[in-house]
């Protein structure tokens, strides 16, 4: 599963009624989708082919192989393939299964149709990352070094940085990088590096995005000569185009036609600094002729080094500023980040999980959390996932652990319940992330939102969420909390309501909330909202019992406007209709 959106331009092609009643339920579903029609349904097929990004055919797969075989060019051109039966049991990825998109357009065809996705590529079947899923281009030998690593045959694994690459299995094995790079050996191997390097028909190469362009030019520099000055500087250089993350230059630039149309050609974007920036940079090569005309000794050193991010002290200068007439361009390569995902899995039930939250998991080489949350995803981990577990109150270690494990250059996924935002990991972890890694967040549905689903519509209105545990937070605070919510006459939702060795705090914060609203304000407790043993209790404040609330449960006590209708509690929003 992955959270990517469905091609631009999707063709139909069906040759029965029941295909087009197929084909227009995705089209209800994907407005961008056509159904497209032509004399036999063979033409449709074809001009399905040659005008759009992908096709789904209504047809048998027999039949499609037949047509599209003599339209097949390369993988990365042909437009995806998904077949679906008459029955809309199955929807097949014929063709252009990672480069193509084929495979999620299946997955996300067979939730529209509530059809069985079928997908016989054999990384996606073995649950391995496929060479060419990882974001990053990948050149000579895919598929011999793939099939190696599927059959458990000793690939090496030898990169020119940390990158952080997701789980590899055992059979990938790291070797250092010597000073030039890479060299030869028997076997297969895998090379992570943005050097040009010999192939050979058992090795793959991996292209990091670590390089960046730095480039000025005159006031109306022809694209060509951008261009070729660019290729020009990276092949003396012995630098791979495929590695280029961005071009980079000054603000004064950016509506520059022939450096966008570079960018534009080689498939990267262009990223400008203000002259104020750049002139902040320390360049081997700065120029008072500069200076004076942009205001900045330095275009395309200093750019170079600035990157995307900003960050100088991450890059080095690999090809000083090389001219022509007018143009010019330096070349920097940036260090690779450790990556932290922080991943909220949702309330416990696996289709309450999003896409995203399961592509992190899949993406991650070392994966943090409590032992029991880690339980709930260990069938979604890679082969080769590292797990680091640990138990309930060890949250700062666990937000060490992550963050160290970023900084060391890996790619981790640190766990929480909900959403990691809310009462769970991000904030300890982000408390020790630096500018050294890369932070990602991966929003969750929180213990509040499936309760209040469960409960009916209790959050229609403001509302407030508010922790009782005063392990961490002493409870003076907390008591002007639940007062400032009462006096505010927001729905109050309380986190952590009670445990065994605290047991009063929720009556407390109950009759404070009595103190200021009806004793018929109605409350809802929700223990362990969508897993097993779910319970919704129904109360008001003047009859709910604490005693059925435990560190499990989530209550849910209206404002002065909630009210139970047909046995769901809801907060009205104040629409003139309901009058």
């Excluded at 480039?215 to 630098?239: D, F, K, M, N, Q």
């Excluded at 400032?484 to 939702?493: H, Y």
């Excluded at 849910?556 to 104040?574: C, E, F, I, K």
Aim: net charge negative; aromatic share 4%.
């Amino acid at each position: 599963m992955n959270d990517q959106n469905p091609p631009a331009r999707i063709g139909l092609v069906a040759a029965t009624a029941a295909g087009r009643r197929h084909a227009h339920t995705v089209i209800a579903a994907w407005p961008h989708a056509r159904l497209v029609e032509a004399e036999t349904v063979a033409d449709a097929l074809r001009t399905a082919w040659a005008e759009c990004d992908a096709v789904v055919a209504f047809l048998a797969t027999g039949a499609v192989v037949r047509i599209v075989a003599p339209l097949l060019g390369d993988k990365h051109s042909d437009p995806a393939v998904v077949v679906v039966d008459e029955a809309a049991r199955h929807a097949v990825a014929l063709l252009g299964g990672h480069a193509g998109g084929g495979n999620d357009l299946a997955e996300q065809v067979g939730a529209v149709l509530d059809a069985r996705p079928v997908i016989t590529t054999a990384t996606d079947a073995a649950g391995l990352p496929g060479l060419d899923t990882l974001g990053w281009p990948v050149q000579g030998a895919v598929a011999a070094v793939s099939r190696a690593i599927l059959d458990g045959e000793p690939v090496q694994l030898i990169a020119d940085a940390h990158w952080p690459l997701p789980a590899l299995p055992p059979n990938v094995n790291p070797q250092p990088a010597t000073d030039s790079g890479v060299e030869h050996g028997s076997g297969y191997r895998l090379l992570v590096t943005d050097r040009v390097v010999p192939l050979d028909g058992r090795t793959a190469v991996l292209r990091p995005p670590s390089l960046v362009a730095g480039v000025g030019a005159s006031r109306g520099v022809p694209a060509a000569e951008v261009t070729e000055l660019l290729h020009r500087v990276l092949a003396e250089a012995g630098l791979s185009p495929a590695s280029l993350r961005c071009l980079a230059s000054a603000d004064v630039k950016a509506d520059e036609a022939g450096i966008l149309s570079t960018a534009d050609t080689i498939g990267v974007p262009l990223v400008t600094w203000p002259a104020t920036r750049l002139a902040a940079v320390d360049v081997p090569h700065p120029s008072e002729v500069v200076r004076a005309a942009v205001g900045t000794p330095s275009v395309a050193e200093a750019a170079a080094l600035l990157g995307p991010a900003g960050r100088p002290g991450d890059a080095t200068l690999l090809v000083g500023k090389t001219a022509t007439a007018m143009a010019t361009v330096a070349v920097a390569r940036h260090a690779p980040r450790g990556r932290l995902a922080v991943v909220g899995l949702g309330p416990g039930a696996a289709d309450l999980r999003t896409p995203r939250a399961v592509a992190e998991l899949r993406r991650a080489s070392v994966v943090v959390g409590l032992d029991q949350y880690l339980d709930q995803v260990r069938d979604l981990l890679r082969p080769g996932t590292r797990v680091l577990s640990s138990g309930l109150g060890a949250e700062e270690a666990r937000a060490r652990a992550a963050v160290a494990e970023a900084v060391a250059g890996r790619a981790v996924a640190l766990i929480g319940s909900g959403d990691a935002g809310v009462y769970a990991m991000a904030s300890p972890a982000l408390e020790y992330a630096d500018e050294r890694i890369d932070v990602v967040g991966v929003p969750g549905v929180t213990a509040a939102l499936a309760a209040g689903a469960l409960l009916g519509a209790p959050l229609g209105h403001d509302h407030a969420y508010l922790s009782l545990s005063d392990l961490h937070t002493p409870w003076e605070v907390i008591e002007r909390r639940v007062t400032a919510a009462a006096e505010g006459d927001f729905v109050t939702l309380f986190y952590n309501p009670r445990s065994r060795a605290r047991d009063w705090q929720l009556g407390k914060a109950l009759g404070i909330l009595a103190a200021h609203r009806p004793p018929d304000t109605p409350v809802g407790v929700v223990r362990n909202a969508s897993r097993p043993g779910e319970r919704v209790h129904l109360a008001t404040l003047a009859t709910l019992d604490p005693a059925v609330v435990d560190m499990y449960s989530v209550v849910v006590v209206g404002s002065s406007d909630t009210r139970l209708v047909a046995g769901r509690m809801v907060t009205p929003r104040g629409y003139r209709w309901r009058s």
